[in-house]
């Protein structure tokens, strides 16, 4: 769900609707998506589903959309100075090879986008708007911020065990960190994460709960990267 121009924006996979007032309305023109994220300078949201973004404008017309190579899909969009970064993960293929996840930055005025900027990892959880471009979590426990390249600002303690962050099945899965699970004050980044999964990059596979505790965890950059917060 999301706030724009004065009305609220709810998007599932099916349907994208419009509450104007207490009524909501089904924007016809699009199909649906998992994630929505406003591009400030165009006025447009944008509306990531597979493996391709649309831009809507506030009649609901789609002004754009970004057509990204079938082998990934939308994961977690952040707008920053002009530009839309989209946070992708690789799917896998028929033969059960995956490729890298990617961080696409997009201008919002072609079909095409900008630039391509793989990462080391399979998934790219979330990234969200810092400073002068983005920062975002992989699966391998890397918090990494991007302004033209990749610098690492700190990583979860199963980084240093190369291991991979994924779901009790083996399958790399938003539930344990969700596509808007990060969230910045001032210079520090917040971070809800349900500490608990797998490494599948062995056999048999092992819990990594153990590593790290569940709750907000904050990256501070005169810290570093702590557990602040937990649930009793």
Request: hydrophobic share 35%.
């Amino acid at each position: 769900m999301i706030y724009w121009d004065g009305d609220v924006y709810y998007c599932k996979s099916s349907d994208l609707l419009k509450k104007t007032g207490s009524s909501w309305t089904d924007v016809t023109s699009v199909t649906g998506g998992t994630f929505m994220c406003i591009f400030e300078n165009l006025n447009y949201l944008a509306i990531g589903r597979d493996d391709e973004v649309d831009l809507i404008d506030k009649d609901g017309v789609v002004r754009q959309t970004l057509q990204l190579p079938e082998e990934y899909t939308v994961i977690s969009m952040a707008w920053n100075n002009d530009r839309l970064y989209v946070a992708i993960q690789s799917r896998l293929s028929s033969n059960g090879s995956q490729n890298k996840a990617a961080l696409f930055v997009w201008d919002g005025l072609s079909a095409a986008y900008n630039e391509l900027h793989p990462v080391d990892a399979y998934l790219i959880y979330s990234v969200v708007r810092y400073r002068n471009g983005v920062a975002l979590l992989t699966d391998r426990g890397e918090l990494l911020y991007f302004a033209g390249s990749f610098e690492r600002l700190d990583s979860f303690p199963l980084y240093y065990r190369n291991q991979f962050y994924n779901g009790e099945d083996g399958n790399w899965t938003t539930n344990l960190i969700g596509p808007r699970s990060m969230s910045v004050y001032k210079d520090r980044i917040y971070i809800a994460i349900r500490g608990y999964g797998y490494n599948y990059t062995g056999n048999p596979r092992i819990s990594i709960g153990y590593l790290f505790p569940s709750g907000v965890w904050c990256f501070d950059p005169n810290v570093g990267l702590y557990h602040k917060y937990s649930l009793d």
